[in-house]
C-alpha cells in the first residue's frame, strides 16, 4: 500500500515561506517521478510541481519562480520550497506520485494546509 505523509505547513502571511515535506513508502521511490498537488475549497486539485527520479522540475506557471521542487532518494522525502506567498496558495498541500494519479486508481494522504493571510 502508498502511504504518503505530508508535514511542514502552516499560517503565514503573504510574502512569507514555509517548506513542505514527504516522505513516500511503498513504492520504488528512486524510479518514480513525485508531484506536489494542491487543492482549495471549491477548486479542482491541481499539479503545483513535479521533479523525476533524476531530479528534472517542472512548474505550473502559477508558481514558477516561487516555489521549488526537490528530493532526497535516501529518505524517500520529496519537498516544496514555498517563497513569496500569495493568499491564491492558501490550500491543502499533497503529494503523490504521477504515474499513480494519471491512473485515475490514487489514495491521497491527509495533506498539509497551508494558509497565506493578506
Known amino acids: 500500500q502508498v502511504k504518503l505523509v505530508e508535514s511542514g505547513g502552516g499560517l503565514v502571511q503573504a510574502g512569507g515561506s514555509l517548506r513542505l515535506s514527504c516522505v513516500a513508502s511503498?513504492?520504488?521511490?528512486?524510479?518514480?517521478?513525485m508531484g506536489w498537488y494542491r487543492q482549495a475549497p471549491g477548486k479542482q486539485r491541481e499539479l503545483v510541481a513535479s521533479?523525476?527520479?533524476?531530479?528534472?522540475?517542472n512548474y505550473a506557471d502559477s508558481v514558477l519562480g516561487r516555489f521549488t521542487i526537490s528530493r532526497d532518494n535516501a529518505k524517500n522525502a520529496v519537498y516544496l520550497q514555498m517563497n513569496s506567498l500569495i493568499p491564491d496558495d492558501t490550500a491543502v498541500y499533497y503529494c503523490?506520485?504521477?504515474?499513480?494519479?494519471?491512473?485515475?486508481?490514487?489514495?491521497w494522504g491527509q495533506g498539509t494546509q497551508v494558509t497565506v493571510s493578506s
Open positions: 503523490n506520485v504521477p504515474r499513480i494519479v494519471s491512473t485515475g486508481f490514487v489514495s
Open positions: 511503498g513504492i520504488i521511490f528512486s524510479i518514480d517521478d
Open positions: 521533479i523525476t527520479s533524476l531530479g528534472s522540475t
